[in-house]
């Protein structure tokens, strides 16, 4: 079985918005978004966005402007030197109660089931206690960010019994961690890293 990095969209890649992003134009990289998809696409482990996208039942956008703006997430990627392996959203708001919305770890069952992951064995990124929740519920070791909501997330976590969940500064240097957990050499440097837009 494959192991994966798990990582969440919004607040982790991206930056947030307190209207939802809705559009490619609302979409904007955070800074170590790319550097951090070059990194890990040159490894061996899959890369897998996992998100909530209510704003597809909240009538705010539709399932083809998502799937687009992953589309153009995805190119991105690439063009970077990075590969994401696949990109998993849940369309449903709160009050819908489904299993897939984070704190609830079905989409995460489901692209482990999809593409012959153990997540057990992996890694999610995210930056809210909702998706330590999710990471934990089906024992992946769960990384947060101080991007996005990560800052006030963070306080929560010793309240919780989660103060062992280790916290960085943004998605690329949770990626660095985890090539150092790994024992993969970085394969470029630093410098050409954060060169990339």
């Known amino acids: 079985m494959h192991r994966a990095v798990f990582l969440d969209r919004d607040g982790v890649l991206n930056a947030n918005r307190p209207d939802h992003v809705k559009s490619l134009a609302e979409f904007v ?3 170590g978004a790319l550097p951090a998809l070059s990194l890990l696409g040159r490894t061996g482990l899959r890369v897998v966005v996992i998100s909530n ?3 597809v039942n909240r009538g705010l956008a539709s399932r083809e402007t998502v799937e687009g703006i992953h589309r153009q997430l ?3 990627a690439q063009a970077a030197g990075g590969r994401i392996d696949a990109v998993c959203y849940c369309p449903h708001r709160p009050d ?3 299993g897939c919305r984070k ?4 989409l995460l069952v489901d692209a482990a089931r999809r593409l012959n992951i153990d997540a057990r064995r992996s890694y999610l990124v995210g930056d809210a206690i909702s998706d330590v929740q999710a990471a934990l519920a089906v024992g992946a070791e769960p990384l947060l960010v101080l991007t996005g909501r990560g800052r006030a997330q963070a306080g929560l976590l010793a309240g919780m019994g989660l103060q062992r969940i280790p916290v960085f500064k943004d998605v690329l240097e949770a990626a660095g961690w985890i090539l150092q957990r790994e024992q993969i050499p970085y394969p470029v440097s630093m410098d050409a890293l954060t060169r990339l837009p």
Do not use: Y
């Open 53 to 55: 996208q209510s704003i």
């Open 29 to 31: 990289l955070l800074p």
């Open 103 to 106: 704190p609830r770890p079905g």
């Open 96 to 98: 819908e109660a489904c």
């Open 74 to 76: 995805v190119e991105w």
